[in-house]
């Protein structure tokens, strides 16, 4: 039985570790509490102490806004802790799966980005990602790191349940219809890690992983409430906005869109479309 270390386990994708990891060996998961990625003391005594066969780092800073603030934490635990565990991941020889965004890029191609194409983060955020990507890849251990985009799921902090929530509480909703992306669920994140770690497929790299399709965040809300009329007691009217319209304190990429062609040839490993995807994820 391989032993895994996850850390995260109560985000988004991390809850879905939990479950879709199981079959590949015993799962040792970590909350906040027992692993904070802002200690590097403690990442090291955690992998010391779990002596695991793989490390699955499912936590990071993700509040996008709050990290124009807060750009030291952001890069503690999104930048340096990767590189800490990248580093005793190498001596030690563990595999490393980590996860990065759409949020390493400008934004300004007209096409879906390859992993190819060079980043240029526009907020605090990206730029701690992408320093944590190159954390790991300079260590030189077995990693494979996921760029995922707009992640939702019926668990954690999200766009898909802020949106149930407020459908029933106004009578309208603005949202921007000038920011392009793949809406994907952190159940199919986790279910193709999982597939990833696999014996015989075994990608190894950077990925990018993501739905099929692309939507704006008006038309994935123009889809929620077409999928969730069941579930709601409310219909508030949806009103297209322009970015500029909606300001927030870290800027975001126009275009999210991630080519995920890369492990669809080398893995055989394919999320199907945000649609089919978010119809899945509502019949829970
Ligand atoms: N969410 C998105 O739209 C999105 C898009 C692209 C890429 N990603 C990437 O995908 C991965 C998974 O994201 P997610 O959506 O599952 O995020 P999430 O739901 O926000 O979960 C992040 C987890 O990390 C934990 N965490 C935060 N700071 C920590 C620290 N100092 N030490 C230990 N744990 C800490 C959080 O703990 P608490 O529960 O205690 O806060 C939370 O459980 C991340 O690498 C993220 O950057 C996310």
């Given at each position: 039985m391989k032993r895994i270390l996850l850390t995260g386990k109560n985000g988004q994708v991390g809850w879905e570790l939990q479950r879709t990891l199981a079959p590949l060996g015993e799962v040792i998961a970590l909350d906040r509490e027992k692993?904070?990625?802002?200690y590097a003391d403690t990442i090291l005594a955690a992998i010391r102490t779990v002596n695991p066969d793989i490390i699955v780092n499912?936590?990071?800073?993700?509040?996008v806004d709050q990290a124009e603030n807060e750009t030291s934490l952001a890069m503690r635990v999104n930048a340096e802790a990767p590189g800490v565990m990248a580093e005793e991941a190498r001596k030690r020889g563990i595999q490393l799966v980590h996860y990065s965004t759409?949020?390493?890029?400008?934004?300004?191609?007209?096409s879906p980005y390859g992993e190819d194409d060079t980043p240029a983060p526009i907020n605090a955020y990206g730029r701690s990602k992408l320093a944590g990507e190159q954390a790991i890849q300079a260590t030189g251990c077995r990693h494979l790191i996921f760029r995922t985009s707009w992640v939702y799921g019926?668990?954690?902090?999200n766009f898909l349940r802020t949106m149930l929530r407020l459908a029933e509480e106004r009578e309208e909703l603005r949202i921007v219809d000038d920011q392009f992306g793949a809406p994907t669920w952190s159940r199919l994140i986790a279910e193709a890690t999982a597939l990833a770690l696999?014996?015989?497929?075994?990608p190894e790299g950077l990925y990018h992983l993501a739905s099929a399709g692309h939507t704006s965040w008006h038309g994935f809300t123009e889809a929620i409430l077409g999928l969730s009329r069941n579930l709601r007691t409310r219909e508030p009217s949806l009103t297209a906005i322009p970015t500029r319209e909606y300001p927030l304190p870290a800027k975001r990429p126009f275009n999210s869109r991630l080519a995920c062609d890369r492990l669809a040839q080398e893995a055989s490993i394919q999320l199907p479309d945000w649609r089919v995807a978010l119809g899945l994820c509502l019949d829970r």
């Amino acid at each position: 039985m391989k032993r895994i270390l996850l850390t995260g386990k109560n985000g988004q994708v991390g809850w879905e570790l939990q479950r879709t990891l199981a079959p590949l060996g015993e799962v040792i998961a970590l909350d906040r509490e027992k692993l904070d990625l802002a200690y590097a003391d403690t990442i090291l005594a955690a992998i010391r102490t779990v002596n695991p066969d793989i490390i699955v780092n499912a936590a990071a800073y993700t509040a996008v806004d709050q990290a124009e603030n807060e750009t030291s934490l952001a890069m503690r635990v999104n930048a340096e802790a990767p590189g800490v565990m990248a580093e005793e991941a190498r001596k030690r020889g563990i595999q490393l799966v980590h996860y990065s965004t759409d949020y390493v890029f400008d934004g300004t191609k007209d096409s879906p980005y390859g992993e190819d194409d060079t980043p240029a983060p526009i907020n605090a955020y990206g730029r701690s990602k992408l320093a944590g990507e190159q954390a790991i890849q300079a260590t030189g251990c077995r990693h494979l790191i996921f760029r995922t985009s707009w992640v939702y799921g019926m668990h954690g902090k999200n766009f898909l349940r802020t949106m149930l929530r407020l459908a029933e509480e106004r009578e309208e909703l603005r949202i921007v219809d000038d920011q392009f992306g793949a809406p994907t669920w952190s159940r199919l994140i986790a279910e193709a890690t999982a597939l990833a770690l696999a014996p015989h497929r075994e990608p190894e790299g950077l990925y990018h992983l993501a739905s099929a399709g692309h939507t704006s965040w008006h038309g994935f809300t123009e889809a929620i409430l077409g999928l969730s009329r069941n579930l709601r007691t409310r219909e508030p009217s949806l009103t297209a906005i322009p970015t500029r319209e909606y300001p927030l304190p870290a800027k975001r990429p126009f275009n999210s869109r991630l080519a995920c062609d890369r492990l669809a040839q080398e893995a055989s490993i394919q999320l199907p479309d945000w649609r089919v995807a978010l119809g899945l994820c509502l019949d829970r």
